[in-house]
């Protein structure tokens, strides 16, 4: 059975940063493509940050671009999110996902297994 477990989530000042953490298990990681979402209230889920298997693709929306960073180490099953220069429009609850690809795509839908979420709140 696959899961997907995140931490690091909390309440961050704006300005401030956070790093998430996703720990997989259940599926060789390291042959699958990962990917961040998030969930702001009264909001559909959005799409944040993808990675390819190996680490060496990467993709972001434009809402972030240039302030988060997806990574992960295939050795410890685990992708990171990190998140500087945070607004309060990141409010969110952060869900990690890996898809049944190598390559990371952008819609929700091509995630086959997904984690129960941490919250990131921004106060401002």
């Known amino acids: 059975q696959v899961q997907l477990v995140e931490s690091g989530g909390g309440l961050v000042q704006a300005g401030g940063s956070l790093r998430l953490s996703c720990v997989a298990s259940?599926?060789?990681?390291?042959?699958?493509?990962m990917g961040w979402f998030r969930q702001a209230p009264g909001k559909e889920r959005e799409f944040v940050a993808g990675?390819?298997?190996?680490?060496?693709?990467?993709t972001y929306s434009d809402s972030i671009q240039g302030r988060f960073t997806i990574s992960r180490d295939n050795a410890k099953n685990t992708v990171y999110l990190q998140m500087n220069s945070l607004k309060s429009e990141d409010t969110a609850v952060y869900y990690c996902a890996t898809a049944a690809s190598k390559w990371p795509p952008r819609r929700g839908n091509d995630y086959d297994y997904w984690g129960q979420g941490t919250q990131v709140t921004v106060s401002s």
């Open positions: 259940g599926r060789t990681f390291s042959s699958y493509a």
């Open positions: 990675i390819s298997w190996r680490g060496f693709s990467t």
